[in-house]
C-alpha cells in the first residue's frame, strides 16, 4: 500500500467517525489551465458567504498562487508549517474578504507522499478541525492531470469540473474525466461530478457543450455528470481577471458575476437553474467585434 492510499484510508476512517458537523468538500479542476478554475473557487465562495455558509478555501494548485491574490489574503503559515513545525490548523488559516478562510497548501502538497503514519494521522486529525469552521471547504487544484491533481480528485466526494468551448479544453475534460472513471479507485456511487462551462456566449451555447461532454462520457465510460452552470464572456470578467479581482465582488450586478450566484444556487439546492442573458447593443457589438479579430 504506498502512503497515498494509506491518506485516503485514514481520511475514509476518520470520516465515518462520529462526527456533530461535516463540512461539504467539493474539488475544483480542469483538464487544461486558462479555463478560469480559480476564478470560478474564489466567485463560489463569495456566493456561498452571501448565502450565510461558511467557506474555506483549500489551495492545492503547486507553484501558483492565483487564489490567495485574487482574495488579497497573503498567508503567514501553509501546510507545512501545519505537518513539520507544529502549526495548528486554525493558524493556517488565512482570513480573506467576507470572511472567506484561506488554506495555502505551499510546497506541502508535494511532501504528502512522503509523511509518516504519524504525520498523517496529525494531519487527517486537524484537517476535521475544519469542519467546526465551515460549511463549505473548496479545493482548488492545479489545472491537468498531474499525480497530485488526481489525488485530491479521486478522495473528494464531489468534484466540480470546469471546462470552456475551446475544443482542446473539452477534449482535456473528457481526458481528465476518463482517467478518473479507470482509476481502481474511484467510486462511481460514492462521487458527484459537476461540470461548469464558461467563456460562453449564451445560454444555448453552454448546454450544447455540455451536451457533447455528457454524451461521451455517457457512451464510452457509462458515467454520467451533472450540469451546474455556465458563466458568460463579459468586459467586466474581463476587466476583474486582468486587475486579479472577483468579479462577484467587484462587480456584483454583472452578467458573470448573476450567473456565479446562479451557479452556487443550483450547488446548494441541487437544482439545474440556469441564468438568462439579456443582451444589449452592447453586448450584440461586443460579440460581433470579437469573432472578426
Not at 448565502?51 to 489574503?73: R, S
Not at 490548523?89 to 488554506?103: A, H, K, L, N, Y
Not at 458573470?256 to 438568462?276: C, D, P, R
Request: charge should be positive; aromatic fraction near 6%; include cysteine.
Amino acid at each position: 500500500m504506498d502512503q497515498a492510499e494509506q491518506l485516503r484510508n485514514v481520511i475514509k476512517q476518520k470520516n465515518r467517525a462520529a462526527t456533530p458537523k461535516c463540512a461539504r468538500v467539493v474539488t475544483i479542476t480542469s483538464g487544461k489551465g486558462g479555463v478560469g478554475k480559480s476564478n470560478t473557487a474564489v466567485n463560489m465562495a463569495i456566493w456561498l458567504r452571501k448565502m450565510g455558509k461558511n467557506v474555506i478555501i483549500f489551495d492545492a494548485d503547486i507553484g501558483l498562487a492565483n487564489v490567495e491574490v485574487m482574495l488579497g489574503a497573503i498567508p503567514k503559515y501553509n501546510l507545512t508549517d501545519l505537518i513539520y513545525k507544529g502549526r495548528s490548523i486554525r493558524e493556517i488559516v488565512t482570513w480573506g474578504p467576507m470572511d472567506i478562510g484561506f488554506i495555502s497548501g505551499g510546497s506541502g502538497i508535494a511532501s504528502l507522499n512522503n509523511l509518516s503514519k504519524n504525520q498523517i494521522s496529525y494531519l487527517v486529525h486537524s484537517l476535521t478541525e475544519l469542519n467546526e469552521m465551515a460549511d463549505v471547504i473548496i479545493v482548488d487544484t492545479g489545472a491537468g492531470i498531474s499525480d497530485y491533481v488526481l489525488e485530491f480528485v479521486l478522495a473528494s466526494p464531489e468534484v466540480l469540473v470546469v471546462t470552456t468551448p475551446d475544443p482542446s479544453s473539452l477534449t482535456d475534460s473528457y481526458s481528465l474525466l476518463k482517467i478518473m472513471y479507470r482509476n481502481p479507485m474511484f467510486s462511481r456511487d460514492k462521487t458527484k461530478i459537476h461540470v461548469v462551462v464558461n467563456k460562453v456566449h449564451s445560454v444555448e451555447e453552454g448546454e450544447a457543450i455540455f451536451a457533447k461532454l455528457n454524451s461521451v462520457v455517457s457512451r464510452f465510460l457509462n458515467g454520467e455528470v451533472n450540469f451546474i452552470g455556465m458563466i458568460p464572456q463579459d468586459s467586466e470578467m474581463d476587466m476583474a481577471v486582468r486587475s486579479q479581482k472577483i468579479v462577484s465582488l467587484e462587480r456584483p450586478n454583472a452578467s458573470s458575476s448573476k450567473a456565479y450566484e446562479v451557479l452556487t444556487g443550483n450547488f446548494v439546492n441541487g437544482e439545474n437553474k440556469q441564468i438568462v442573458l439579456h443582451k444589449g447593443i452592447a453586448q450584440l457589438f461586443s460579440n460581433f467585434l470579437s469573432r472578426k479579430k
